[in-house]
């Protein structure tokens, strides 16, 4: 954070976390269209690895109403997963995460209370995020790793393998804090959503699951 608002992303998001003595950004539509393009940038990856269309989606890709049912219900351990659990015994260490997502949020949606304002940038940037990173990660990483994994490895094995290692490129590409804390919850994170494209085939229920905690984290963390 700097000493006077700013309209443009923080040089390194989250590292350094917010303190009372420190003033907040003010809100910007460039730093909104920063934080999607960012997302963005993960959208030739999928042209980049030759993935046919189908494989990228999923076997069973549908945008039905029951997978959209399907993507809400994954959703709700993880927003109990992601809520202040740092107010339990033992799992203080947490506190780092819910700030540094305090510290994006304030970047993303601005610092004053303005809701529509909020509610149209949190929907750009989660929609950005769950689009291109569900095809970067779980649509073409998770399932060309799982090929890979095919051609040694039992189908059991090779999903296993697939699903941990995407978690973790997840997980490093989402570490802002100085501690490992944020990459073992972006991990996490990341081994929910690929979970649901092992389970479903279908890469729209990820992608909910991914649009509906980032649009309810910037909500909650604007509305606080």
Not at 138 to 153: F, I
Request: hydrophobic share 50%.
């Amino acid at each position: 954070t700097l000493s006077q608002p700013v309209e443009g992303p923080p040089p390194s998001v989250a590292i350094s976390l917010l303190s009372s003595e420190r003033s907040v950004p003010s809100f910007s539509w460039k730093t909104v269209a920063f934080f999607s393009l960012n997302s963005a940038l993960f959208g030739p990856v999928v042209f980049l690895a030759q993935q046919p269309i189908k494989d990228v989606l999923g076997p069973f890709f549908s945008c039905s109403l029951n997978s959209l049912k399907l993507g809400l219900l994954y959703t709700v351990p993880m927003l109990v997963y992601l809520l202040p659990l740092h107010r339990l015994p033992g799992l203080q260490s947490l506190a780092e995460v819910t700030e540094a997502s305090k510290t994006i949020c304030l970047y993303a949606v601005g610092n004053k209370l303005v809701p529509l304002r909020a509610t149209l940038a949190a929907l750009v940037i989660a929609l950005s995020a769950s689009v291109f990173e569900e095809l970067a990660f779980r649509g073409t990483m998770m399932a060309l790793l799982h090929k890979v994994g095919l051609c040694c490895l039992p189908r059991r094995a090779a999903t296993a393998s697939a699903l941990i290692l995407q978690a973790l490129a997840f997980g490093l590409l989402h570490s802002y804090t100085e501690t490992k804390v944020y990459l073992v919850v972006a991990t996490i994170a990341g081994l929910g959503f690929g979970t649901a494209f092992a389970l479903t085939g279908n890469l729209f229920v990820p992608m909910v699951m991914h649009f509906v905690v980032d649009f309810v984290t910037f909500l909650v963390c604007h509305a606080r």
